[in-house]
Nanobody
Framework: QVQLVESGGGLVQAGGSLRLSCAASGRTFSKYTVSWFRQAPGKEREFVAAISWSGGNTYYADSVKGRFTISRDNAKNTVYLQMNSLKVEDTAVYYC???????????????????WGQGTQVTVSS
């Protein structure tokens, strides 16, 4: 098990940028596949982006492709989500999720992950 703590959320105007961080405890974080999900008010939680344990493979929801970038620094036990050209519809609570030694091909399903953070609020104003 690993503990995940998100940070970096806040209030930003449309068109602006934010960088979220997901900091993890544990010495084996480099073996975890990590994803970001988000949940807007009144909506179900949805997949945003994922990164493989090596960082060599990344995956994005169509709604954020070209605007968001997921990356990781295993030396710092941290995964980042750089969010550019933010839109009002990006407003949500953002969660990071992780799973160790994942060898599957599906990254966008919540049930893949067994470690979750508490979330960080991102609010984009018009």
């Amino acid at each position: 098990q690993v503990q995940l703590v998100e940070s970096g959320g806040g209030l930003v105007q449309a068109g602006g940028s934010l960088r979220l961080s997901c900091a993890a405890s544990g010495r084996t974080f480099s073996k975890y596949t990590v994803s970001w999900f988000r949940q807007a008010p009144g909506k179900e939680r949805e997949f945003v982006a994922a990164i493989s344990w090596s960082g060599g493979n990344t995956y994005y929801a169509d709604s954020v492709k070209g605007r968001f970038t997921i990356s990781r620094d295993n030396a710092k036990n941290t995964v980042y989500l750089q969010m550019n050209s933010l839109k009002v519809e990006d407003t949500a609570v953002y969660y990071c999720a992780a799973r160790a030694y994942y060898s599957g091909s599906v990254y966008s399903t919540e049930t893949v992950y067994d470690n979750w953070g508490q979330g960080t609020q991102v609010t984009v104003s018009s």
